[in-house]
């Protein structure tokens, strides 16, 4: 028999039955795809190829390699050279058949540099002067306060002697400092102020009332209160201390501050006793007189210090109430 005709076993037949559908490579051999071949290799005769592996376009076979089937030819398969571009990154085209370039090859989107920054500088010219103008009138300020506030708590000197007047007006009433609490003999004193009244009653008489212990009052509001009020603590007890340093042991005031902080002190008073109904249903305010009671803090046993326990009292004088107090004007 002739080599050409030789049966299905032979160099220029087929391994099998000829089944239809099947791909066929060059010569009648079979292939089988799905490894890749580089451009030109080139396959002996007899060479038998496993599944699965794909043959790149341009493979040279020679006459009477078989192959195993199962995988697609080269031109079947998804090309991905064409879809890269030149520096291999991957491209996607667009809807309309245009190429998009990627943002890693494009970069990023450019960012306007004003909108980068923040804060003043964000700001117009003309925002940025009026903040820079508003930033110095606080710092100067501030500036002015501390200085002053420091002249008024420091020792007397040549600056507070000729200037006293201008630091007392920037002070009182609101930054008023007291530093007893730092002196080399801090207080040691429970100061209680005590007011009592005479009123009218509906028919005409005259009543005078007991002592009403205002402090009293206020530590019995502050007791339990986790946020208590500055009036509770401060109000009655710095309107005497201000009283106090504007008068002389005779109770006659010295200076204007002297008789502005009598009339505070008396106002004070005649709230709280409108708000204890001290006048009774019907009844208006004559007079108050304040007291004031004085007790020293005991030292502590181990202490060589000897303090008294009696409480001592100032009475000031009575003080005649103006009509429009009187019915309740004090709010």
Avoid at 18 to 42: F, K, L, N, S, V
Avoid at 147 to 169: C, R
Avoid at 266 to 294: F, P, Y
């Amino acid at each position: 028999m002739d080599a050409h005709e030789e049966g299905p076993g032979g160099p220029g037949g087929r391994q099998g039955p000829e089944r239809a559908g099947e791909p066929h490579g060059t010569h009648g051999t079979q292939r089988t795809y799905g490894t890749h071949e580089a451009p030109g290799t080139h396959a002996a005769p007899g060479t038998q190829r496993t599944d699965g592996t794909h043959e790149a376009p341009g493979t040279h076979e020679a006459p009477g390699t078989q192959r195993t089937y199962g995988t697609h030819e080269a031109h079947e398969t998804q090309r991905t050279d064409e879809s890269r571009g030149t520096d291999g990154t991957q491209r996607t085209d667009g809807a309309d058949g245009t190429d998009v370039v990627p943002e890693s090859v494009a970069g990023p989107a450019p960012v306007d540099a004003a909108a980068a920054r923040g804060g003043v500088a964000a700001l117009s010219p003309r925002y940025q002067i009026g903040a820079a103008l508003a930033l110095a009138v606080v710092t100067v300020a501030a500036c002015v306060h501390l200085g002053t506030v420091f002249l008024f708590i420091a020792p007397s000197n040549t600056v507070t002697k000729q200037h006293g007047k201008a630091v007392d007006d920037w002070i009182y009433p609101e930054f008023e400092q007291n530093w007893k609490l730092f002196a080399p003999n801090p207080l040691q004193q429970n100061v209680g102020v005590q007011v009592r009244a005479v009123t009218r009653t509906p028919d005409g008489s005259a009543r005078t009332t007991g002592w009403y212990d205002l402090s009293a009052e206020d530590g019995r509001a502050i007791d339990g209160n986790p946020v208590p009020s500055h009036t509770q603590q401060n109000e009655l007890r710095r309107a005497f201390d201000v009283y106090a340093a504007t008068h002389d042991g005779e109770n006659r005031p010295v200076g204007l501050r002297g008789s502005l902080s009598e009339q505070y002190l008396r106002r004070i008073v005649v709230l709280r006793l409108g708000r204890d109904h001290a006048a009774g249903q019907g009844g208006a305010l004559e007079r108050v007189q304040v007291r004031v009671r004085t007790t020293n803090v005991l030292p502590p046993r181990w202490s060589t210090e000897k303090a008294s326990a009696a409480p001592s009292f100032r009475e000031l004088p009575w003080w005649t109430v103006p009509a429009d107090e009187a019915r309740g004007g004090v709010r």
